[in-house]
């Protein structure tokens, strides 16, 4: 026992004095929110048991409480809880790939069905572009009927070879500012590069759905078969949400034009709970008209409310309890309109029960298998201490959405800072667009003629820099915040690397003028540097890494 006072003690010390500030009010750099105290205890005291949710044989109490938050989340996104299906992940990435691996064996059960001699009547007189690309709810309604003549196996089988064989699975496409984890889905799925299609972005950072619109039916023209669109809620970088309500008319149209369709997956991992600001406590939906429901001040776009309001009609939808849903690490989910689809990837084991069968078992339908009781505990009460609805998680997250909006209004263009003794006039702060969320970027610049010359991205590093050594001397009581090269249509003075602030926190008038101050102070002295030394970027950096070289030799 002493030597185990010891390691506590070494790392207890260690926390204490290295571990990153998150509770602060000026911490606003990543999405890691402040944990309720009942999320905190359920957490340590499931752990303790060490509970495996990959069968209730191991862990019949988490468990049960990970279907309570899968009727939880279903709910949440709106859908029904008797048909969809939720668990929980170890994060978004993993959420998001599960999805894709359903999406991409389901696009491959009408052909293989078609080569089958004794399902083939289920598709008769489909065309090839049509069996590639048949509704999602036709597919499955396909898969069951195939289970029931007791066909699913070999079809299955079939649609395994057929997918070893294909030169592709299909296109997957998504807004060009996805998280950057899904080049790596793309890659675990055996998609190419030429598989792969980012789609341009609005001056708000949303997907252009027009874009995106040409390029689908431009797919199903040519006969090629679609993987999934995949459309942002609260994206990583900007916290934009796409209109997912112009996405599912998309859909609606090829389906007229063509007869084919396509899977729609929504990356709601941060924005996801972000629903609850418009849920009354039966799970119904206000219209947007009654905004505000919980008092908090933030005023929604009306186009966030309409793809919220969407939700309900995509095949799935990534949300992380980990993020806005203020819980513990790791504490992703996946959650499905239809919970046939998890049929097409379930594996039973040969060494461990599920159960009575009343419930679909996580074990054999999750991709991870293993994961932590402790997480579902924490979720389970997160959910159950603040609440699904307007007055609970919408209240919560409404104060933190309104901060960002206070911020972007203190450093709107129309209210530009006058010099003071912290900073000067050579420079400025302004917010790159609206928040849709809770995340705000800003461009930074230095403000007179002759600095306009630096190279993008360049000025904006050489603050973040200067923000990020402010806290490492003086952790307790500085700014953090994080970059973001922007990817959408050049902002005014061509700036690339923006400021993103986080804001998993309300912050009032006293806290925003700290964060005010320390972003003007920072910025005024990146300018001073400039002015003296000038600033290049390195050769072959596209500007996101930067060195201070004398002026002339810059210019």
């Known amino acids: 026992m002493d030597a185990v006072a010891s390691l506590v003690r070494e790392l207890s010390g260690r926390l204490a004095h290295q571990a990153t500030p998150l509770p602060s009010p000026l911490y606003l750099a990543h999405m890691t929110p402040d944990l309720p105290v009942a999320a905190s205890l359920a957490y340590l005291c499931a752990m303790l048991y060490n509970p495996n949710n990959v069968s209730p044989e191991t862990a019949p109490v988490t468990t049960e409480l990970e279907h309570e938050v899968s009727e939880d989340l279903c709910r949440l996104i709106g859908y029904q809880p008797g048909t969809g299906w939720a668990h929980l992940s170890s994060g978004g990435s ?110 708000t950072h949303r997907v252009d759905v027009q874009a995106l619109g040409r390029r689908v039916r431009a797919l199903l023209a040519n006969g090629q078969p679609i993987l999934a669109v995949v459309a942002m809620c609260g994206s990583s970088g900007e916290g934009a949400v796409d209109d997912l309500d112009a996405i599912l008319r998309l859909r609606a149209d090829c389906e007229r034009r063509f007869g084919a369709s396509f899977y729609v997956h929504v990356d709601a991992a941060f924005g996801g709970y972000c629903r609850s600001l418009w849920l009354h406590p039966d799970g119904t939906m206000a219209p947007f008209e009654d905004r505000p429901l919980d008092g908090s001040g933030a005023r929604m776009k009306p186009e966030v409310h309409a793809a919220f309001r969407a939700l309900p009609l995509a095949d799935s939808v990534t949300v992380d309890p980990h993020k806005n849903g203020h819980s513990p690490y790791p504490g992703g989910s996946v959650v499905f309109r239809d919970r046939r689809a998890v049929s097409l990837v379930a594996r039973e084991s040969m060494y461990f029960g599920q159960g009575n069968g009343s419930r679909i078992p996580f074990g054999p339908h999750t991709l991870e298998g293993g994961r932590p009781g402790a997480a579902a505990a924490a979720v389970w009460a997160a959910h159950r201490q603040i609440g699904l609805h307007s007055q609970g998680y919408g209240r919560l997250l409404g104060g933190c959405i309104a901060t960002a909006q206070r911020l972007h209004k203190r450093f709107s263009v129309a209210r530009r800072a006058a010099p003071t003794a912290s900073h000067d006039v050579n420079s400025e702060v302004i917010s790159c667009f609206a928040p849709d969320l809770n995340i705000l970027n800003l461009s930074v610049r230095p403000r007179e003629s002759e600095y306009q010359r630096v190279p993008r991205g360049a000025f904006g590093r050489l603050v973040l820099d200067s923000i990020l050594a402010e806290a490492a001397s003086e952790p307790l009581t500085s700014l953090y915040v994080s970059g973001n090269t922007l990817t959408g249509r050049p902002l005014p003075g061509g700036v690339e690397q923006a400021l993103r602030l986080c804001t998993m926190k309300e912050l009032g008038p006293t806290a925003l003028d700290v964060v005010e101050q320390h972003l003007r102070a920072a910025v005024s002295r990146s300018a001073g540097k400039v002015s003296t030394y000038g600033v290049a970027a390195k050769p072959g950096s596209a500007g996101d890494v930067v060195h201070v070289s004398p002026a002339k030799e810059w210019k």
């Open 94 to 203: 993993t959420a998001n790939f599960e999805a894709m691996w359903i999406a991409r064996n389901l696009r491959s059960v009408p052909s293989a069905a078609a080569a089958h001699p004794a399902a083939a009547d289920l598709v008769s007189g489909r065309s090839p572009l049509v069996l590639a690309n048949m509704p999602v709810h036709q597919v499955l309604d396909l898969v069951e009927v195939l289970s029931a003549r007791g066909l699913l196996p070999e079809v299955g089988r079939l649609a395994a070879e057929q997918r070893r064989e294909a030169s592709t699975s299909g296109t997957l496409l998504l807004a060009r500012n996805a998280h950057y984890t899904w080049d790596r889905c793309a890659d675990l799925l055996g998609l190419g590069p030429a598989d792969v299609e980012k789609v341009e972005l609005t001056p």
